[in-house]
């Protein structure tokens, strides 16, 4: 079935650092890409997303570009902020038009310090 | 402001006793998921719905059971907790690409 790999964390970083964290995926289809982030003690959020290859997903200075070639679909951000501290999930959903189900990559945490 | 509530956001209960943890959205999405967080991060789906008087099993079983009388409406049921079933429950809902999960429940059997 459709998988998603990431990165294992946790990704430490000093304010100001760049980030990258790698995703990459596995899926049978054309399926839809997002990133899910989620803040200690809460819920998940959609950070960005693409849905065809080629586009780039953008949001609070966080971009992620589909890439069918190398089926990778990895986070960045060019200066990270102490408040990104969190867990991010890479995800796919298969189903197509029809019933849509999301695969969850197993979460990277981000520490980023002073 | 959330469109999708779960209640409570902790729960500290005892075993054998049954809960229910409450997911309601307002908007108006007919597929709604729960899912069970382990402490290392990874997110299992447990039960799904297409619609009113749909529910599915997910990809890990559980104990739990669902039901879907409203589309809006989507509580979880444990009939007899277990310290295994400490974890944490996420809802979600979609209308299209993509899910909008609430704030989850944190659960603790003891």
């Known amino acids: 079935g459709d998988s998603v790999t990431q990165m294992e964390g946790p990704v430490t970083l000093s304010e100001e650092a760049f980030l990258t964290i790698n995703c990459t995926y596995t899926?049978?289809?054309?399926?839809?890409l997002f990133w899910y982030v989620q803040y200690p003690g809460e819920g998940l959020q959609l950070l960005l997303k693409?849905?065809?290859?080629?586009d780039k997903g953008s949001n609070k200075g966080f971009e992620a570009t589909y890439r069918k070639e190398t089926t990778s679909f990895h986070l960045e951000k060019g200066s990270v902020q102490v408040s990104d501290s969190a867990v991010y999930f890479c995800?796919?959903?298969?189903?197509?038009?029809?019933?849509?189900?999301?695969?969850f990559g197993t979460g990277t945490r981000l520490l980023v310090s002073p | 402001e959330a469109d999708i509530y779960q209640t409570p956001r902790y729960l500290v209960i005892g075993t054998g006793k049954k809960i229910t943890l409450e997911c309601s959205q307002t908007?108006?999405?007919?597929?709604m998921y729960w899912y069970q967080q382990d402490p290392g991060m990874e997110l299992h789906l447990i039960h799904y719905?297409?619609?009113?008087?749909?529910?599915e099993k997910g990809d890990l079983s559980s104990e739990s059971t669902v039901s879907r009388i409203r589309t809006e409406h989507f509580p979880l049921t444990l009939e007899s907790a277990r310290p295994s079933h400490t974890s944490q429950y996420l809802c979600?809902?979609?209308?299209?690409?993509?899910?909008?999960f609430g704030s989850g429940t944190r659960l603790t059997v003891v």
């Open positions: 979600a809902s979609s209308g299209g690409v993509g899910y909008t």
């Open positions: 899926a049978t289809g054309y399926p839809s």
């Open positions: 693409a849905t065809k290859a080629d």
């Open positions: 995800a796919l959903s298969e189903g197509g038009t029809g019933f849509q189900k999301l695969v």
């Open positions: 908007m108006g999405h007919d597929k």
């Open positions: 719905s297409y619609g009113v008087n749909s529910t």
